[in-house]
């Protein structure tokens, strides 16, 4: 029997036990929503309004640290359109 690969990423374990959240803290970053998306694993992040001379910054360097912090745990984060 195959073993399954097991994970837990949500929205409250993101912003509570630091997968990423401090990280865009730093950056000066704000996540104003978190949720899950219909499939599993699948989350919808949010960034705060800005300036869109930094908005464009602020989305290359939010996945450039999600994909980190999954990495450092284990996990593969993707970024597709629909």
Known sequence: M???IRYSCNSTSFASD?????????LNIAVEQLHAEAGKG???LA???????????????????VRSVARKHGLLATFMPK
């Open 2 to 4: 195959a073993e399954k």
């Open 18 to 26: 630091g997968y990423g959240s401090p990280a865009l803290q730093s």
């Open 42 to 44: 699948q989350f919808e």
């Open 47 to 65: 960034l705060g309004y800005t300036l869109c001379s930094n908005a464009a910054d602020n989305l290359i360097f939010t996945r450039e640290v």
